[in-house]
Nanobody, 124 residues
Framework: QVQLVESGGGLVQAGNSLRLSCTASGRIFSNYAMGWFRQAPGKVREFVGGVSWNGGVTIYTDSVKGRFTISRDNAKNTAYLQMNNLRPEDTAVYYC?????????????????WGQGTQVTVSS
């Protein structure tokens, strides 16, 4: 069994930054890609970004490119989402998830374990 716990969410003003963390326990973390998704009220869950098993490949949805950065520290079983220049439209619950394979993917069905989510609210 794998448990994923997100932290680092909160309320910030537009233009500011937050860093989310996702710490994994249970089965081997370093063999798998990780992803971040978000869900705003009344909207479907959407892909934010993903990182390969070794951190060498990252992918992002267009709306966050140049503002968000995903990284991981396999020694700490932790993935990160650094969010800069936040906008009100980034307000959502953010979820981390473990991919079934080693490469990142923007398809939710390719992820088999999910965290409980952390709220990010960006005020204008």
């Amino acid at each position: 069994q794998v448990q994923l716990v997100e932290s680092g969410g909160g309320l910030v003003q537009a233009g500011n930054s937050l860093r989310l963390s996702c710490t994994a326990s249970g089965r081997i973390f370093s063999n798998y890609a990780m992803g971040w998704f978000r869900q705003a009220p009344g909207k479907v869950r959407e892909f934010v970004g993903g990182v390969s098993w070794n951190g060498g490949v990252t992918i992002y949805t267009d709306s966050v490119k140049g503002r968000f950065t995903i990284s991981r520290d396999n020694a700490k079983n932790t993935a990160y989402l650094q969010m800069n220049n936040l906008r009100p439209e980034d307000t959502a619950v953010y979820y981390c998830a473990r991919n079934r394979g080693a490469g990142p993917s923007d398809i939710a069905g390719n992820y088999d374990y999910w965290g409980q989510g952390t709220q990010v609210t960006v005020s204008s």
